[in-house]
């Protein structure tokens, strides 16, 4: 089955490209110790690796999977660094070594960015990252000062039990990730964006949970169109970046194909090189 993407003015787009890696490079100049840059850098870097998938909608080229290499750096190193255990922490971020000043609680440190981050590293196959992610404390996500949805939660949880084997855990956090994701809980959220952009990864990760190779492209797709209909539905969010690549869907979707189950859905939304991980042993991530 095929989900068409939405048209994207490439020109415009393409010519917008070096400005934003410019300032995406400012950020990291100044991301081993300040704050704006960091939480510049987090927005930018996966902005960067957005907006090239506009005019490479199959992440083929190698600066596509640079941009998408360097987001998920770039995600991961922020949470590596937000548990204080000393004075700095090392992380590669575009094949050079930083030292990042630990921080503990931080507006950009929330579940939401965690969630990014957390898909960043399964599309870029990156266990050891996945592996820190996977430990960081859900108390320090709610610390931020701002406020999520409780799914948001309930899902970081989810997340979190599966990767570490953690069985019991990981059927109690589920079932809670997907009563708290019915519309009628949303509070942050309206109710159109839990089911069309917050629901469908949580049945997405249910469906791969249960090796349901039929239900899980079955969901997959309705997650796919879900994302095109959201994205499409007015003009600011037509263009709005954040639709390009449905970054939840795919992530399960590349775990579910790094694993086994077959995926039958072709999508500009799920862009073919990602999915494949086409880059592999090209990198040291």
């Not at 086994?260 to 040291?284: C, K, N, Q, T």
Request: aromatic residues 8%; hydrophobic residues 45%; proline residues 4%.
């Amino acid at each position: 089955m095929t989900v068409s993407r939405q048209d994207y003015p490439k020109d415009a787009m393409a010519a917008v490209v070096p400005v934003m890696e410019e300032s995406l490079s400012d950020a990291l100049e100044e991301i081993e110790t300040s704050h704006n840059s960091r939480s510049g850098a987090v927005t930018k870097s996966l902005n960067v690796a957005l907006v090239r998938c506009v005019g490479d909608p199959g992440a083929v080229m190698l600066e596509s999977w640079e941009s998408w290499l360097l987001a998920m750096q770039v995600h991961s190193a922020v949470f590596a660094a937000a548990v204080p255990e000393g004075e700095a922490v090392a992380c590669k971020i575009r094949q050079e070594e930083r030292h990042l000043a630990t921080t503990g609680p931080q507006t950009y440190l929330n579940a939401s960015t965690w969630l990014d981050a957390f898909y960043l590293a399964v599309i870029c196959r990156e266990a050891a990252r996945l592996d820190m992610l996977a430990r960081v404390p859900v108390s320090l996500l709610r610390d931020f000062g701002g406020t999520l949805d409780e799914y948001a939660y309930a899902w970081v949880e989810t997340l979190q039990s599966f990767w570490l084997h953690h069985r019991d855990d990981l059927r109690t956090h589920l079932v809670r990730a997907v009563d708290l994701s019915a519309p009628e809980q949303a509070r942050v959220l309206d109710a159109e964006t839990m089911s069309k952009l917050g629901y469908p990864p949580i049945m997405l990760l249910y469906r791969y949970l249960r090796n349901d190779v039929a239900g899980f492209n079955e969901a997959l797709a309705d997650a796919v169109r879900w994302h095109k209909e959201y994205w499409t539905a007015d003009e600011d969010r037509t263009h709005n970046i954040q639709g390009v690549v449905a970054l939840a869907p795919l992530a399960i979707a590349c775990l579910a194909k790094a694993n086994g189950i077959p995926v039958e859905i072709e999508s500009g939304y799920l862009p073919e090189a990602l999915l494949d991980f086409a880059w592999r042993g090209e990198f040291e991530a």
